[in-house]
């Protein structure tokens, strides 16, 4: 931003900076044009006591002219056109300024019974009215010391032109440009820290932003909203699918591997499995160790129960098998699926996850180790959903362990 005139070197956020300080004094300024409404009004009532007829008639036809400029000012405010253009503050002070002319005028004429002198009733009136226009230019300084200008040129070259003493001329001219003065730094300074606000609020947005989607890359925007309202987010699902991931004789290649050489296949080999989750529709939960726990039909999933996890597999596999070829490392992974009933929630207080549990959890890591490597085991209940989509093995009797004699289907790949 400049020193004198401040802008935004973005032009949406000075757009935006804009329309913001505008909508946000509109309320001030029509709250201005009300009181100065009400004291023409009062003016109105009063001068008929003070003033002869024809001064009277006068006097009312410039503050009503004045007024129905003002009025157009007040419903002009509302609109979104001012909001958008603030160009408008221009031709719209331009008309007040004449109406602010005509009123003084209708007043200089009664100077005998006022008591004013015509430069000093010219004085007040453009006092109140340059101090009226440092508030209603809003985000607009530029156009304001514009107008300033001008209106400073206008009571100079009328000042000068009348038949009073150089020392009232120098007198009158010094008041009304220290009026001036006061108020244009009074509209700089203003919009100065109407602009280090709005800029600080935009980067404490920036920065809400980047921590919700933190906070969504951890956590599913539904429960995030949970526990932002302060809710316990405790869920049950009586049919989920979980899909549970393992690098086969991954001990024998951390002995065998630089621990740098070996980081760097389990992130290549996780992120070939975010990308397959995130293909097919199905919710990472996390990774232990090199294994990697997925679920189809919880909280954060778009894919539906066992069809999606076996895709998921299948794909996961081709991923690993181009994996290991590209690294010359012999890299396999078992995989196991089973369907059936989970709770899922949000527990403690630091490093929140969305978590599942349940026996369903222990089935499916207990049918990965049933796997051959390459392969892929599911339970029956996953077979039901599936078969119509893949040729499995006939079904086998297997003791798990936790888990007792289980009917495990290894998939034909």
């Given at each position: 931003?400049?020193?004198?005139?401040?802008?935004?070197?973005?032009?949406?956020?000075?757009?935006?900076?804009?329309?913001?300080?505008?909508?946000?004094?509109?309320?001030?300024?029509?709250?201005?044009?009300?009181?100065?409404?009400?004291?023409?009004?009062?003016?109105?009532?009063?001068?008929?006591?003070?003033?002869?007829?024809?001064?009277?008639?006068?006097?009312?036809?410039?503050?009503?002219?004045?007024?129905?400029?003002?009025?157009?000012?007040?419903?002009?405010?509302?609109?979104?056109?001012?909001?958008?253009?603030?160009?408008?503050?221009?031709?719209?002070?331009?008309a007040v300024l004449l109406g602010m002319i005509g009123l003084t005028?209708?007043?200089?004429?009664?100077?005998?019974?006022?008591?004013?002198?015509?430069?000093?009733?010219?004085?007040?009136?453009?006092?109140?009215?340059?101090?009226?226009?440092?508030?209603?230019?809003?985000?607009?300084?530029?156009?304001?010391?514009?107008?300033?200008?001008?209106?400073?040129?206008?009571?100079?070259?009328?000042?000068?032109?009348?038949?009073?003493?150089?020392?009232?001329?120098?007198?009158?001219?010094?008041?009304?440009?220290?009026?001036?003065?006061?108020?244009?730094?009074?509209?700089?300074?203003?919009?100065?820290?109407?602009?280090?606000?709005?800029?600080?609020?935009?980067?404490?947005?920036?920065?809400?932003?980047?921590?919700?989607?933190?906070?969504?890359?951890?956590?599913?925007?539904?429960?995030?909203?949970r526990l932002k309202a302060g809710e316990a987010v405790a869920d049950?699902?009586?049919?989920?699918?979980?899909?549970?991931?393992?690098?086969?004789?991954f001990s024998s290649l951390a002995q065998r591997l630089s621990p740098?050489?070996?980081?760097?296949?389990?992130?290549?080999?996780?992120?070939?499995?975010?990308?397959?989750?995130?293909?097919?529709?199905?919710?990472?939960?996390?990774?232990?160790?090199?294994?990697?726990?997925?679920?189809?039909?919880?909280?954060?999933?778009?894919?539906?129960?066992?069809?999606?996890?076996?895709?998921?597999?299948?794909?996961?596999?081709?991923?690993?098998?181009?994996?290991?070829?590209?690294?010359?490392?012999?890299?396999?992974?078992?995989?196991?699926?089973?369907?059936?009933?989970?709770?899922?929630?949000?527990?403690?207080?630091?490093?929140?996850?969305?978590?599942?549990?349940?026996?369903?959890?222990?089935?499916?890591?207990?049918?990965?180790?049933?796997?051959?490597?390459?392969?892929?085991?599911?339970?029956?209940?996953?077979?039901?959903?599936?078969?119509?989509?893949?040729?499995?093995?006939?079904?086998?009797?297997?003791?798990?362990?936790?888990?007792?004699?289980?009917?495990?289907?290894?998939?034909?790949?």
């Open positions: 931003m400049g020193v004198l005139f401040q802008h935004f070197p973005d032009s949406e956020a000075e757009r935006d900076f804009v329309r913001s300080e505008r909508a946000d004094r509109a309320p001030a300024i029509r709250a201005l044009i009300i009181i100065a409404i009400a004291t023409l009004g009062s003016y109105i009532v009063m001068n008929p006591m003070h003033f002869p007829r024809a001064g009277v008639l006068v006097y009312t036809a410039a503050a009503l002219a004045f007024i129905a400029i003002l009025l157009g000012l007040f419903f002009v405010t509302k609109t979104e056109f001012y909001l958008a253009r603030r160009w408008i503050d221009l031709p719209l002070f331009v005028k209708a007043l200089i004429d009664q100077a005998a019974i006022t008591g004013f002198p015509s430069h000093v009733m010219a004085l007040i009136q453009m006092g109140i009215l340059v101090i009226f226009a440092s508030v209603a230019f809003a985000g607009n300084v530029f156009l304001f010391f514009l107008w300033a200008a001008g209106v400073l040129a206008l009571f100079s070259a009328w000042l000068f032109s009348l038949p009073v003493s150089p020392i009232g001329k120098v007198y009158a001219l010094t008041n009304f440009t220290t009026f001036l003065i006061f108020a244009l730094y009074f509209n700089w300074e203003i919009d100065r820290r109407a602009r280090g606000v709005f800029a600080a609020n935009r980067a404490l947005v920036a920065e809400r932003r980047k921590t919700e989607e933190l906070l969504y890359n951890v956590l599913p925007r539904e429960v995030a909203a049950a699902f009586s049919d989920l699918t979980v899909t549970f991931v393992d690098i086969v004789a740098g050489h070996l980081v760097t296949l389990l992130n290549d080999f996780f992120s070939a499995a975010d990308d397959c989750a995130d293909r097919h529709g199905i919710e990472k939960v996390k990774t232990i160790g090199d294994a990697y726990l997925a679920v189809a039909g919880g909280m954060a999933s778009r894919g539906l129960g066992g069809e999606a996890a076996l895709r998921f597999a299948r794909d996961l596999i081709e991923k690993v098998e181009a994996l290991a070829e590209a690294s010359g490392i012999d890299l396999q992974v078992r995989i196991g699926i089973h369907t059936g009933p989970v709770v899922g929630g949000v527990i403690g207080s630091s490093r929140l996850a969305y978590d599942y549990w349940g026996d369903t959890m222990n089935i499916a890591s207990r049918l990965q180790h049933a796997a051959p490597p390459g392969g892929i085991a599911v339970s029956e209940a996953t077979y039901f959903q599936t078969r119509h989509m893949q040729d499995y093995e006939p079904a086998q009797t297997t003791l798990l362990k936790g888990v007792g004699e289980t009917a495990i289907h290894i998939a034909r790949l």
